[in-house]
């Protein structure tokens, strides 16, 4: 997994996300404080430019790490109650609390590399 743009699949949350290096993504609420290291070792799927390996259901040995920036809050959200006829309606918000991470390092097992080999080309015999 030398390739240039690798990327991984993971699961946290319940959640699915494809992640790549540098890059920060918003998951569901974890206790972590800022600035504190999150591993994530539930890696579905690993990915580069010429080579995926897909895990079964995760793939051994690889993790993400990524560092916390903290707790967010999501877009607000409307809840509205309403029924016909009684005079009822209910109008209530709501903030969701995310953790934003950003992505470090994905780090890849050695049996995952070994093995790559190009494809010989079959000579005919004359």
Partial sequence: ????????IIETGGK???????????????????G???EIAKVLVLGDDTH??????AVEGA???????????GDKIIVYKFKAK???RRHTGHHQ?????????????EHHTRGRHKKEEAVSGS
């Fill in 1 to 8: 997994m030398e390739g240039k743009h690798i990327y991984a």
């Fill in 52 to 57: 995926t390996s897909i895990g079964k259901p």
């Fill in 97 to 109: 609390l995310f953790t934003r991470l950003t992505i470090d390092k994905i780090e890849v097992p």
């Fill in 63 to 73: 993790k993400v790490l990524a560092t916390s920036q903290g707790t967010v809050r």
């Fill in 36 to 38: 504190e290291a999150v």
């Fill in 16 to 34: 699915q996300y494809r992640v790549t290096p540098g890059q920060v993504v918003d998951v569901d609420c974890l206790n972590v404080t800022e």
């Fill in 86 to 88: 009684t005079r009822y």
